[in-house]
Each structure stands twice: as C-alpha cells, then as structure tokens.
Nanobody
C-alpha cells in the first residue's frame, strides 16, 4: 500500500504561483512513477504532468508546458508541482498518483488515470481575481 497526501493548494490571482507537494508513505517510493492530474467541476479528470522513478524523465500536458514544473525528492518521498503564471482555467482539484514501475524504464508513466495504482485525496487550487 502507498498513501499519498497532497498539500499546498489555495487561492491565487491570475499570473500568480503555487507549489503543490505530495508526500508518500508505505512501499518504496522510488519504485513508482508519479503523476499529477486535475479535475474541474463538471469535467473529467485530466492529466497534467508525470515524472519517472529517478526524476530524470518528465512529461507535460500541452496546456501546462512551460508554466508548470514537476520534480521529486526520493529521499523525502515527495513530489512537487511548481505552478507559475496561473490562469483561471487552471482552477481544479489537483491529485497526485503513483504507478508501480519497478523494473520498468524511467519513462514508465502514463497520461491515463486508470493506469495509476494509488491516489491522494486532492488539493483545491483556485485562480481568481
């Protein structure tokens, strides 16, 4: 089992920044590729970004590329999402997710929610003036 706890959400004005964290406990954190997803009211959960087990490989949705940065600290069992130049359309509940990737390549992440094994409870991000 892996428990994931997100933090760092809040209310920010357009153009502002937030840094989300996702702390993991349980099984070996470095065995998992990690992803961030978000879900706005009335919409399906959508992929934001993902990072491989070592942190060397990352992938971003087109809508956030150049504004968001994912990173991980395996020593702290934590991933981060630095969000810059936020826009109202970024408003959503943000979830982190873990995909078991032991013995897989460092790019063994996915944009498909169903392929992740564990999820956090989510943290609300609201971008509003």
């Amino acid at each position: 089992q892996v428990q994931l706890v997100e933090s760092g959400g809040g209310v920010v004005q357009p153009g502002g920044s937030l840094r989300l964290s996702c702390a993991a406990s349980g099984r070996a954190f470095s065995s998992f590729a990690m992803g961030w997803f978000r879900q706005a009211p009335g919409k399906e959960r959508e992929f934001v970004t993902a990072i491989g087990r070592s942190g060397a490989s990352t992938y971003y949705a087109a809508s956030v590329k150049g504004r968001f940065t994912i990173s991980r600290d395996n020593a702290k069992n934590t991933i981060y999402l630095q969000m810059n130049n936020l826009a109202p359309e970024d408003t959503a509940v943000y979830y982190c997710a873990a995909r078991f990737a032991l013995f897989k390549s460092d790019s063994y992440y996915s944009i498909t929610p169903a392929e992740y094994n564990y999820w956090g409870q989510g943290t609300q991000v609201t971008v509003s003036s």
